[in-house]
Each structure stands twice: as structure tokens, then as C-alpha cells.
């Protein structure tokens, strides 16, 4: 089976390319061949070879963000967290310490029964939840570090929120690369389905050769259980891979 629209972009380039190589070797290889038919050869290969470039184009566009920006912004994302949940834990004892001996509410008011229960929160969610404790620290009665504590809190919490911004914004322009891919893979399988009936047509009944000329896609498909994406952060959930 040739590679078809729902084939991932390294498929395509790869059967591409196979195609393309194997009108090279028939070429210079096939001793049946007329002069008539190498010119065949060069003329259809010649029409993949924008394919080709454009495939290469797209899966290193993806591989180049997922291997640069896409780290470096998940890196931010992830020890941005690290940061807020220190600062959260580092306020809450620090309220404790602040409101001992002081009468009226007490350091859970803000930061909770258990200050897990926030540190704990939905990574996109955290940021909001501890400015809206922050909030809160204007009930608790008056101590010496309290506007410290609660423009300390604010500071992490909008660095973290700016971080996951930004990693909106990566994984959006990264939909934007995936998006050209899939059609740039759909234009090349309209390409090879044409490219197989120009064979067909001008080898009728010689279905072992024609095929010779394509990369048989059911034999480098992979078992389902490896078909899946590397593994990513817990957040977000793994974008589509159409690279591999």
C-alpha cells in the first residue's frame, strides 16, 4: 500500500523520496527500458521533487520547535512552578509565624487547611488560585511581613502566569506547523496516486514492477503501542506527532 493522507509527515518524505530514487534506478538500471520511457522516469520525478522539499521543510520546522522553543518553554512552565510552590509554602509559614498570639483568622484563611491543597492545583490554575490569596491576606489582623508576603506571592504568581502564557502562544504556532504539514502530506499522497496511475498506465498489467516504484507503507507501520508520541509533561496533554 503507497503512502496515503494520513500519513505522517516522515512517511511521506520517506515515500517520496523512495519513488523518486526508484525512477533514478530504473533509469540507470533497467535494461527493458526505451529512451521513451527514462524520459517518463525524469518527468515524473521531477514533478515530486517540490514535495519532497516541502515535507523536509515542514518536519524540521516541527522538530526545530519542539527541540527549541517548545523546550525552553516547558522548562519555564515546569520550574516556574517549582518557584510558586515555594513561595507558597515560604508564605504560609511565615503568616503562621506572623499571626501567632494575634486573635481573629488564622493563616488557613488564605493558604487553606493544608497548603498542599494549593501547591497541588492544576498547573494552569495555580497562578490564579494564589493571587486570589493573596486577596485574602487583606482579612487576616495586621503583622510586620504581611505586604511582603503578599507582593512576594503576587511577583510568582504573575512570572508563573506570564511563562504559561508563552507556552500558549509556542503551542499555538506550533498548530500552525502541524496544520501546513497535514496538508503538504495530503498534496504529496495526491501526488504519488498520480504518479501509480501513470505507471499503471504505461505498464498495464505489471503490477510487481509498478509497485517496485512506491515504499510499501504497511511494512513500516508500527504495533499501536509504539505508534504513540514520546511522552510529555503532565501538562499539557502531547500535541499531535506527525513527524515520526
Do not use: W
Not at 37 to 55: C, G, I, N, S, Y
Not at 138 to 143: A, I, K, R, S
Amino acid at each position: 500500500m503507497i503512502a496515503g493522507p494520513t500519513s505522517t509527515i516522515a512517511t511521506m518524505a520517506d515515500a517520496v523520496t523512495t519513488t523518486m530514487d526508484s525512477f533514478d534506478a530504473a533509469s540507470d538500471l533497467d535494461l527493458d527500458r526505451s529512451d521513451e520511457d527514462r524520459q517518463f522516469f525524469a518527468a515524473r520525478r521531477a514533478l515530486l521533487v517540490p514535495h519532497k522539499a516541502q515535507l523536509v521543510a515542514a518536519l524540521r520546522a516541527i522538530e526545530d520547535h519542539d527541540l527549541d522553543i517548545g523546550r525552553r518553554l516547558q522548562a519555564r512552565v515546569v520550574f516556574g512552578d517549582q518557584v510558586l510552590d515555594h513561595g507558597v509554602i515560604d508564605g504560609n509559614a511565615r503568616t503562621k509565624l506572623g499571626l501567632k498570639g494575634k486573635s481573629g483568622l488564622e493563616a488557613a484563611h488564605v493558604f487553606g487547611k493544608n497548603v498542599a491543597t494549593l501547591t497541588r492545583e492544576k498547573l494552569a490554575l495555580e497562578p490564579q488560585k494564589v493571587l486570589e490569596a493573596v486577596g485574602r491576606m487583606e482579612d487576616l489582623p495586621d503583622f510586620a511581613e504581611r505586604s511582603a508576603i503578599a507582593a512576594d506571592l503576587t511577583k510568582r504568581a504573575n512570572r508563573q502566569q506570564s511563562c504559561l502564557d508563552e507556552r500558549s502562544d509556542g503551542d499555538l504556532a506550533r498548530a500552525k506547523l502541524v496544520s501546513t504539514g497535514i496538508r503538504l502530506v495530503l498534496e504529496a499522497a495526491q501526488a504519488l496516486a498520480a504518479t501509480k496511475g501513470a505507471l499503471d498506465e504505461r505498464f498495464p498489467r505489471q503490477r510487481d514492477y509498478v509497485a517496485a516504484f512506491f515504499l510499501d507503507v504497511t511494512s513500516v507501520a508500527r504495533p499501536k503501542a509504539a505508534a504513540a508520541p514520546d511522552a510529555a509533561p503532565a501538562e499539557p496533554p502531547a500535541p499531535a506527532d506527525l513527524t515520526g
